[in-house]
């Protein structure tokens, strides 16, 4: 059996949310005691929050929502990159492009340690011009452990931009604290969510034999 990899992170009250938005909630509907059953919960969730696709609707009002979402993106073999080193942005110079070649999804690992207790203003983001260079690649998904490709200030989210004009996928918020940079399986499909701009994912890496 080959090893795998929760790159997720786990939803709960305390999850960090984007600055202004209500937090992840978890509620009970029905509890198992007399007369009843079953438990039964259900849940309230900011689509940014946690470890989520940004479906193209997210930065282009005519964009694929996650439901209609191809899924192939978001399954198949992925590099992990180190880019511990990379300060504020991740620029073309922080990348190691010789390991990029050949490779159809491209992961970032941006922290030393992910903020999983609270939210963390000032996240690597990705230069738009590292976004175009992958997407000229044959790159077709992009993911980081950071909360946003963009700054959390910006509003021209260039680096949104930048995927779009390359037609590739996004994945934020993951957790690759753990995972040694190199050559995997990915697998995080997003939720089929009629109009939403965004789904959470269960990301998972599973090693190559
Ligand atoms: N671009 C960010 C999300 C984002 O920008 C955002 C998320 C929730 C509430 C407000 C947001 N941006 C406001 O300018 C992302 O892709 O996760
Ligand atoms: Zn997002
Ligand atoms: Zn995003």
Known sequence: ????????????????????????????????GDGCPVN?????????????GDAPLHYANDGASSADCELDAYIGPCVLLDVRHARGRVEISDIDWAAVEGAERVLL???EQFPHEQ?????????NDVIARLGS??????????????????????????VK????????????DD?????????????????????????ILREIA
Not at 119 to 127: K, P, R
Not at 165 to 176: H, T, Y
Not at 179 to 203: K, N, Q, T
């Open 179 to 203: 995972v040694p940079p190199g050559r995997y399986e990915l697998v995080a499909l997003p939720l089929r969510i009629v109009g939403a701009d965004a789904s959470p994912v269960r990301a």
């Open 40 to 52: 039964v919960g259900g849940m309230f969730t900011p689509l940014h929050a946690g470890t989520h």
């Open 109 to 111: 690992r941006t922290y």
């Open 137 to 162: 690649m044959g790159v077709r998904l992009i993911g980081t452990d950071a909360a946003s490709l963009d700054p959390e200030q910006s509003k021209t989210l260039d680096a949104h931009q930048a």
């Open 1 to 32: 059996m080959s090893r795998i990899w929760d790159i997720s992170q786990p939803l709960h009250a305390a999850v960090p949310v984007w600055p202004g938005e209500p937090v992840f909630a978890l509620h009970s509907h029905a509890v198992i």
């Open 165 to 176: 004009a390359a037609d590739m996928r996004i994945l934020e918020g993951l957790v690759l």
């Open 119 to 127: 939210w963390d203003s000032d996240f690597t983001a990705i230069a």
